[in-house]
């Protein structure tokens, strides 16, 4: 029920070439965030989205939020070596805050320089 | 700001043995949350406490007790420790602002393993 599925669980690419994460829900969900985490490091806070159909960009990387709120994507434009990582999307569970985050199992992203 | 802070970094215990991992945030946050991560499991949610005096279960609290004293700390102890337990430990932290907006802060981890 709260869980959320994301796909790919790995992706190697040749950098310059565009990556993409999915995240799907069985139910609606309030919001969803999506964190970095790079080899070796902690989870690090990317964005929040809550809108139907909503659209962020932050440089090279853009995030979207499903128009029935139950899928998200982000999508990496030109991939770079500063990109590598692993992605997870995360919910917070109806009604509670994201001290309660159900996490995806990531998607490790590699690149070949 | 040092953020949210996690001691030790590493730690090898024996089955059976008892400890206590410790964190601590200068962020004044009320909301404070322990997660463990195993390999292809992402994170997973032990304790989460939203203020002093306050804690409640995650999704995997078993052989794990927290206490929230202060709104600062939030040290997490294992009990009896188990090879299952071995895994790398995130503390993190969050405030509610307005709306929806309420990044969670994550720890360096500490990294655990038991013989």
């Known amino acids: 029920g709260q869980q959320v599925m994301q796909i790919p669980q790995y992706q190697h690419v040749q950098e310059g070439e565009d990556f993409t994460t999915y995240c799907n829900s069985s139910t609606t969900l309030s919001n969803i965030q999506w964190y970095k985490q790079r080899p070796g490091g902690h989870p690090v806070f990317l964005i929040q989205?809550?809108?139907?159909?909503e659209v962020k960009k932050q440089k090279r990387l853009t995030f979207q939020f499903g128009e029935a709120k139950k899928n998200s994507s982000l999508h990496i434009t030109a991939t770079q070596t500063t990109d590598v990582g692993t992605y997870f999307c995360a919910r917070p569970p109806r009604g509670a805050g994201s001290y309660q985050l159900t996490f995806g199992k990531g998607t490790k992203l590699s690149v070949i320089p | 700001n040092a953020g949210v802070t996690q001691t030790p970094k590493f730690q090898v215990l024996k089955t059976g043995q008892s400890m206590t991992l410790q964190c601590a945030q200068d962020?004044?946050?009320?909301?404070m949350s322990w997660y463990r991560q195993d390999p292809g499991m992402g994170l997973r949610l032990i304790h989460y406490s939203v203020g002093a005096g306050i804690t409640d279960q995650g999704e995997v609290p078993n052989g794990y007790n927290v206490s929230r004293s202060t709104t600062e700390d939030f040290p997490l102890r294992l009990l009896s420790a188990a090879p299952s337990q071995t895994s790398v430990y995130f503390c993190?932290?969050?405030?509610?602002?307005?709306?929806?907006?309420?990044?969670?802060?994550f720890g360096p981890g500490t990294r655990l393993t038991v013989l």
């Open positions: 993190a932290s969050s405030h509610r602002t307005s709306g929806y907006t309420d990044t969670q802060y």
């Open positions: 989205l809550v809108k139907s159909g």
């Open positions: 962020m004044n946050h009320e909301y």
